[in-house]
């Protein structure tokens, strides 16, 4: 389905709300990666920023779905893995990874980082296995639908916690 909405990206500062509630969303974005442009797009902090060459490691949760392109993902200690258009991915807390668009097809990406005592409960029980982090059948199973409630709250949200956007992370 094409997208007029615009590309954007927001990070959101912890709260101690966060914990009262559970989860939080951290951050969210939405980007049309061209073919052969570069990736990822600069201007995101210093934490997130990462290279094809160095991978990078994360704090928070993140789930990413690719709706338009292919590319790969890869992370510490495998090989990396074909990424097409209706496949998501979660990037683990702490675990190494990197990912790029072919730069034959680009991709469009749809994605919201998470973080909060919800998301260390789902880790311990083993939910998002790091073996099993690339996923197909994503927008049949609605993920591209809850990613759109997010990304409209998300695109005009202030920038403090918010229990609606966290509520829509779950």
């Not at 201007?43 to 160095?54: I, K, T």
């Not at 890869?74 to 730069?103: C, N, Q, S, T």
């Amino acid at each position: 389905m094409p997208r007029s909405d615009p590309d954007y990206f927001r990070y959101f500062a912890p709260a101690p709300e966060q914990s009262a509630w559970g989860l939080a969303l951290t951050a969210a974005g939405f980007t049309r990666i061209a073919r052969h442009s570069d990736y990822p797009p600069a201007s995101h902090p210093s934490d997130h920023q990462f290279s094809w060459a160095h991978g990078r490691v994360l704090e928070a949760l993140q789930i990413v779905l690719i709706t338009a392109g292919r590319g790969q993902l890869e992370l510490r200690g495998a090989k990396p893995r074909v990424v097409e258009a209706g496949m998501a991915f979660i990037l683990l807390p702490k675990v190494w990874h990197r990912y790029r668009p072919d730069p034959e097809t680009g991709w469009t990406e749809s994605w919201l980082e998470a973080q909060g005592p919800v998301v260390a409960a789902l880790l311990a029980r083993g939910v998002f296995a790091p073996g099993d982090v690339l996923r197909g059948g994503a927008p049949a199973a609605g993920l591209d639908v809850a990613l759109e409630s997010v990304h409209a709250l998300a695109r005009p949200a202030g920038p403090g916690f918010d229990p609606e956007l966290a509520a829509r992370t779950y």
